[in-house]
């Protein structure tokens, strides 16, 4: 449910379910953190590229995933969280195609991310408190640093979506392209750094997120012991049993 596309300098990863809207399973995850690991590893790539299939980024996490974390009395790590560490940890550039939604970790992951080329009608939303649980994937640290306290909270707290030129405004796109061209657009520019020093953009990278690296893994050390607490929270378990019903995804 990953697709991975191979060219000359670049690994392009595809998240492919497209009839679940590109929502991420354990598996999908540990297939992203695992392709990231290899495409840092790889001294003939210099960018890694995200994107969804059928003009969807993600829908998020699984909430199918979520209900059986939720009853497992002996839950295992994260799956979401070991691959969010994985590009926080990741040395090469990493650009993100968005068109459609993303929502959830769809968002979050994108504050990892050194390049976000937004479709105009893409949707970014962290419903996290609507359904009972709290932020995850170091976004507590990283969108108050990305976007400011004030848009963080907005989007963390009060469960509001941001969409077309508000996302580039915001901080969490860098370039914003008419629906349908983001994946050729961040394709695009992983070609241009492909034609670049692969220790110098490594280098480059590593000094520029050196000042809050170490603030963002211990987030996402404190975020992983609430959202453990939050999942298995009375209104988690309401809110999920109340999407289970509907016939609309969640956004």
Known sequence: M??????????????????????????MYAELAREVDQAADDPTVN??????????????????????????PNPKPSAGLAFIERLMMCDTPIIAGVEGLAIGIGTTMLMHCDVVIAAESALFRTPFVDLGLSPEAASTVM????????????????G???????SLESGIASQ?????????????????LASKSRESL??????????WREQALAAL???RAVFAHRLRSPECQNALQTISRRTTPIR
């Open 202 to 211: 490594r280098a480059s990278k590593r000094l520029l997120k050196a000042p």
């Open 176 to 192: 914003l392209v008419p629906d349908g061209a983001a994946t050729e657009e961040a394709l695009a520019t992983a070609r241009r």
């Open 143 to 158: 969108m108050p640093l990305q976007l400011g306290y004030r848009r963080a909270t907005d989007l963390l707290i009060m």
């Open 2 to 27: 990953i697709e991975i596309r191979h060219e000359a300098g670049l690994v392009h990863l595809v998240i492919a379910r497209a009839e679940k809207k590109n929502a991420l399973t354990r598996e």
């Open 47 to 72: 960018a890694i590229v995200i994107t969804g299939q059928d003009g969807v980024f993600t829908a998020g996490n699984d909430l199918d995933d979520f209900r059986a974390r939720a009853t497992d």
């Open 160 to 166: 509001e979506a941001v969409t077309g030129q508000a």
């Open 221 to 223: 050390e404190r975020e």
